[in-house]
């Protein structure tokens, strides 16, 4: 009886293993997918690069857009996917110091793009405005730099830092503080970025070259050094805790500087008075504002 009963929880633990491998296998094909597309029609003003060792992390390096208060700056961010992506939102943190309202003291971005899906009551974000599967790496990119020019004050992540945005917003003259600790951030950040060998784009022309793509981007076959071995998957006896070989490595780093225009993402036209008490910025990533350049 006892030998039973163990042989039905190795079944069940063998399933749900090989359950969870599979949705893994299907995350990755989507991330590789949305790569490829990325590198092939880049948005303007990253530079993302997938770990090494695990492509559900993608190293990121935000520009900020000419004629903004973050222009000439380079912030360093981390994506990382969960295994059922895109069922459920990756989360982005800062790694780099950035003062904003929608951005934690500790890094982590505060929209409502990144929120689980489905409505919340509590905080006011309707399920359009939060994370669902028509959205993907290119809408939450797009998202950010509109987060970064156009602050969400009415649900902040950083109070203090909302709190000196709107002195600056309504008097910039007698309330520098925050254009000023941007501006000294900003400098550490290129700084940074120079020990990195980054080029920081200055100009709207810089920011909106065509990048020429010398570096080696991944091809398929340098990508499946990710996937699961099928063989080590279809046996349940010999399954490894390790899904992913490490054993080839990919430098890419591919800088998404494109097109004539800066797309911005912006928010929801569902508005928000001060006292909704919304869980953070409502920018849903699925409409966007076209600013043109002479």
């Given at each position: 009886?006892?030998?039973?009963?163990?042989?039905?929880?190795?079944?069940?633990?063998?399933?749900?293993?090989?359950?969870?491998?599979?949705?893994?296998?299907?995350?990755?094909?989507?991330?590789?997918?949305?790569?490829?597309?990325?590198?092939?029609?880049?948005p303007e003003g990253f530079i993302v690069e997938p770990d090494q060792s695990d492509f559900f992390t993608w190293n990121v390096g935000i520009f900020g857009a000419p004629d903004t208060l973050f222009a000439g700056g380079y912030y360093k961010a981390i994506l990382k996917f969960p295994f059922d992506y895109p069922y459920r939102p990756p989360t982005l943190r800062f790694l780099s110091n950035i003062w904003?309202?929608?951005?934690?003291?500790?890094?982590?971005?505060?929209?409502?793009?990144?929120?689980?899906?489905?409505?919340?009551?509590?905080?006011?974000?309707?399920?359009?405005?939060?994370?669902?599967?028509?959205?993907?790496?290119?809408?939450?990119?797009?998202?950010?730099?509109?987060?970064?020019?156009?602050?969400?004050?009415?649900?902040?992540?950083?109070?203090?830092?909302?709190?000196?945005?709107?002195?600056?917003?309504?008097?910039?003259?007698?309330?520098?503080?925050?254009?000023?600790?941007?501006?000294?951030?900003?400098?550490?950040?290129?700084?940074?970025?120079?020990?990195?060998?980054?080029?920081?784009?200055?100009?709207?022309?810089?920011?909106?070259?065509?990048?020429?793509?010398?570096?080696?981007?991944?091809?398929?076959?340098?990508?499946?050094?990710?996937?699961?071995?099928?063989?080590?998957?279809?046996?349940?006896?010999?399954?490894?805790?390790?899904?992913?070989?490490?054993?080839?490595?990919?430098?890419?780093?591919?800088?998404?500087?494109?097109?004539?225009?800066?797309?911005?993402?912006?928010?929801?036209?569902?508005?928000?008075?001060?006292?909704?008490?919304?869980?953070?910025?409502?920018?849903?990533?699925?409409?966007?504002?076209?600013?043109?350049?002479?």
């Amino acid at each position: 009886m006892a030998n039973r009963n163990h042989d039905s929880h190795r079944r069940l633990y063998n399933a749900s293993i090989k359950s969870s491998d599979q949705h893994q296998h299907g995350s990755f094909k989507i991330l590789k997918n949305e790569f490829s597309d990325l590198v092939k029609d880049p948005p303007e003003g990253f530079i993302v690069e997938p770990d090494q060792s695990d492509f559900f992390t993608w190293n990121v390096g935000i520009f900020g857009a000419p004629d903004t208060l973050f222009a000439g700056g380079y912030y360093k961010a981390i994506l990382k996917f969960p295994f059922d992506y895109p069922y459920r939102p990756p989360t982005l943190r800062f790694l780099s110091n950035i003062w904003h309202p929608n951005v934690y003291p500790d890094g982590n971005v505060c929209i409502s793009i990144l929120h689980e899906p489905g409505e919340d009551e509590r905080s006011g974000e309707k399920a359009c405005e939060r994370w669902s599967v028509a959205q993907n790496v290119r809408s939450i990119l797009l998202s950010i730099i509109s987060m970064l020019s156009e602050p969400n004050t009415s649900s902040p992540a950083n109070i203090d830092a909302s709190l000196q945005y709107k002195k600056f917003q309504n008097d910039p003259i007698n309330h520098p503080a925050y254009k000023e600790k941007l501006d000294y951030l900003i400098e550490k950040s290129k700084a940074i970025a120079k020990s990195e060998g980054v080029e920081i784009p200055q100009t709207v022309a810089e920011y909106t070259k065509r990048f020429d793509r010398k570096l080696p981007i991944p091809s398929i076959d340098d990508m499946q050094n990710y996937l699961i071995d099928d063989e080590d998957e279809e046996d349940e006896d010999n399954q490894s805790n390790d899904n992913y070989s490490q054993t080839s490595r990919t430098n890419s780093r591919i800088k998404l500087i494109n097109n004539s225009e800066i797309k911005i993402a912006i928010k929801s036209t569902t508005k928000h008075d001060d006292n909704n008490n919304n869980s953070c910025g409502d920018y849903d990533g699925l409409s966007y504002r076209k600013k043109e350049f002479l």
